[in-house]
């Protein structure tokens, strides 16, 4: 089954760089994720599809808003640091660990 994960910022644009990043890895390791970037306007519609939701952060001060929407699946901001130096690699390690 493929787990589905979405990252949600502003606009959608440098997350879907990251989003490739993460699906790249995924891909690399055998993993069958879906990793999609949106824009926030579109949490309403693309966060019930989910199995894990990632705030970018620029959009950090959604998050609470966005974990309160969907209570029953993980809601986690992405690290500035990591963002920064689009390392999807860890983003997925971190998509991986809220799975539990």
Not at 44 to 70: C, H, S, W
Not at 79 to 90: R, S
């Amino acid at each position: 089954m493929t787990t589905i994960v979405k990252l949600f910022c502003s606009a959608g644009m440098s997350t879907s760089l990251f989003a490739q990043k993460m699906q790249k890895e995924a891909e690399a390791r055998g993993l069958d994720f879906d990793v999609k970037a949106y824009g926030l306007a579109e949490v309403d519609t693309e966060g019930p599809k989910a199995d894990v939701i990632m705030i970018g952060p620029q959009a950090r001060y959604m998050l609470n808003e966005v974990a309160g929407k969907f209570p029953n699946k993980p809601v986690k901001d992405i690290p500035m640091q990591m963002y920064g130096l689009m390392q999807g690699d860890k983003g997925l390690d971190m998509a991986i660990e809220l799975l539990g």
